[in-house]
């Protein structure tokens, strides 16, 4: 088992910054590729971001590509997400997962695991 808790959200106005975590424990976090979803009222969970076990391969989704940074410090078992030029089509609940297939995931059905969420709202 892996349990993940996000932190870092909150209101900020269009064009601001935001720097989410997402810490694990009970499994060595390296072990995992791991990836942030989004998911707003009404709508499917999005893909944002995801990278694979030690940082060096990054994945993007076109909405967030330039603006958005995902990385991870596996000492500290934790996972980050860099948001800059926030927009107000951003605002969702944003979710970490972890997932034991090697490869990071594009699609939510790939992870394992998930964390509860954090809500970011861009507004002004």
């Known amino acids: 088992q892996v349990q993940l808790v996000e932190s870092g959200g909150g209101l900020v106005q269009p064009g601001g910054s935001l720097n989410l975590s997402c810490v694990g424990s009970?499994?060595?976090?390296?072990?995992?590729?791991m990836g942030w979803f989004r998911q707003a009222p009404g709508k499917e969970r999005e893909f944002v971001a995801a990278?694979?076990?030690?940082?060096?391969?990054?994945f993007y989704g076109n909405s967030v590509k330039g603006r958005f940074t995902i990385s991870r410090d596996n000492a500290r078992s934790t996972l980050y997400l860099q948001m800059n030029s926030l927009k107000p089509e951003d605002t969702a609940m944003y979710y970490c997962g972890a997932t034991s297939n090697g490869n990071p995931g594009l699609i939510e059905i790939e992870y394992d695991y998930w964390g509860q969420g954090t809500q970011v709202t861009v507004s002004a």
């Open positions: 009970g499994r060595i976090f390296g072990n995992f590729a």
């Open positions: 990278l694979n076990y030690n940082g060096r391969n990054t």
